[in-house]
Structures are given as structure tokens and as C-alpha cells.
């Protein structure tokens, strides 16, 4: 049974940080891209940073380019996504996703398996 299984999230002051780490299990996703989106109320879930199998490949959302970093550990099967500089939008539950392919994409359709979301919310 494949899982990815976000930890990390919480809530947390303007201007602090947090990391989450997204841990997958029942299959390696070292050939796969991988992401990290989000879903704040009544809103549309998208990404936020994607990161290719290697690492090499990065995208991050212009919300939250200079704050966000992605990365991953394959020999963990783990990606994390370090939050600086919080700010009150960046409220949402956080949603690691693993792609089929190798290529960064950008749509929530083009990311086949989910984690079940952990919720990370900042206080003004």
C-alpha cells in the first residue's frame, strides 16, 4: 500500500518558521517529481514548490519564492518543505504529492498519489 505521510504542520506565530516533511512508503519515489501543495478555504488547492527526482529541478509559487524551500532525501524516500518568514496567508492544510513521471508539473491533476494533508496556520 502506497502512503505519503505528511508530519510538521502547526500553528505558529507571523515571522517564524516551520518544516514539514513528507514521508513516503510502499513503493520509492526516487525517479519521481514530487510537490508540495496547499488548500486554504474555499479556495483551489495549488502548488506550491515541486522538485525534481534529483533535486537539480525546482519550482516555487512567486507567494512563496525567497520564504519556501523544497528538498528531498531519496535514500529516506522524504521531502521536506522549510517555511521561513510566515505570514498569515501562508494558512492552509499542506498536501504532499508524488507525480507517475519525472518531470516537474504544475496542476493538481498531474500528481497521482496524495498524502493526506497536515494544516499549518499563522497567527498576525
Known amino acids: 500500500q502506497v502512503q505519503l505521510v505528511e508530519s510538521g504542520g502547526g500553528l505558529v506565530q507571523a515571522g517564524t518558521s516551520l518544516r514539514l516533511s513528507c514521508e513516503a512508503s510502499?513503493?520509492?519515489?526516487?525517479?519521481?517529481?514530487m510537490g508540495w501543495f496547499r488548500q486554504a478555504p474555499g479556495k483551489e488547492r495549488v502548488l506550491v514548490a515541486g522538485?525534481?527526482?534529483?533535486?537539480?529541478?525546482?519550482y516555487y509559487a512567486d507567494s512563496v519564492k525567497g520564504r519556501f524551500t523544497i528538498s528531498r532525501d531519496n535514500a529516506k524516500n522524504t521531502v521536506y518543505l522549510q517555511m521561513n518568514s510566515l505570514k498569515p496567508e501562508d494558512t492552509a492544510v499542506y498536501y504532499c504529492a508524488a507525480r507517475q513521471g519525472s518531470k516537474l508539473a504544475y496542476t493538481r491533476y498531474d500528481y497521482g498519489y496524495w498524502g493526506q494533508g497536515t494544516q499549518v496556520t499563522v497567527s498576525s
Open positions: 510502499g513503493r520509492t519515489f526516487n525517479n519521481n517529481a
Open positions: 522538485i525534481s527526482p534529483s533535486g537539480v529541478f525546482t
